[in-house]
């Protein structure tokens, strides 16, 4: 607010300013966790966001309907998702999504269960799975046999061999794609070290 003096109490040609905090108080995601069970021609999801409740109600984008939803909670109770219209930021997000609705102050667990096909043949396969947008993102993926796992975002992956599944570990930096793809990997090994030996005389 700027003004003059108008027989107020402010001086002539003194200014003053109003400020207003614009903090939204809407519900945040602070980490999303995803763990993927890869069978055959399908994979469940299983998915743990962690949420900051913040006073205002609003939605948190969850997974694409491409993905079939089996079950859904909050703080372990069986809540029925959102509809793209409830919530505050509901009119923003994506119908073609899985939401749900967070209200109340205080951080919040959510938990889902989802199934989502399995492209590709036998050799080299690939998963699409929509992300939520999270600061800090974990994925573990489990396969059966000898696999090697690629992300996309590209990102560093960890992968064991171990009671006939490879298991694989990243963390990705935000965003909102998820893509994976796994292949055999040849030599019967997830990760290989290779030695090279030499003589000379």
Do not use: C
């Not at 948190?60 to 079950?71: E, F, I, M």
């Not at 930021?89 to 609705?101: M, P, T």
């Not at 690629?150 to 935000?174: K, N, Y």
């Amino acid at each position: 607010m700027l003004g003059t003096d108008d027989g107020d109490n402010i001086a002539d040609g003194a200014r003053a300013l109003l400020v207003r905090s614009q903090a939204s108080q809407a519900p945040r995601v602070r980490s999303a966790r995803y763990k993927v069970a890869v069978g055959a021609g399908a994979a469940i999801v299983e998915l743990r966001v962690d949420v900051e409740a913040r006073g205002q109600r609003g939605t948190v984008k969850l997974a694409p309907r491409s993905l079939a939803l089996l079950d859904l909670t909050v703080e372990g109770k069986p809540v029925a998702p959102a509809s793209a219209d409830d919530g505050e930021d509901g009119g923003n997000s994506e119908e073609g999504d899985h939401l749900v609705e967070i209200s109340g102050k205080g951080m919040r667990v959510v938990t889902a269960r989802l199934q989502v096909k399995v492209e590709g043949d036998g050799e080299d396969q690939e998963l699409n799975i929509g992300r939520v947008p999270a600061p800090i993102t974990e994925v573990e993926v489990r396969l059966p046999g000898k696999r090697g796992v690629r992300l996309d975002p590209e990102v560093p992956v960890q992968t064991q061999f171990a009671g006939g599944l490879s298991v694989a570990h990243a963390w990705l930096p935000p965003g909102e794609t998820l893509h994976l793809t796994f292949a055999a990997v040849e030599g019967g090994a997830v990760e290989r070290t290779v030695r090279f030996s030499a003589e000379s005389w």
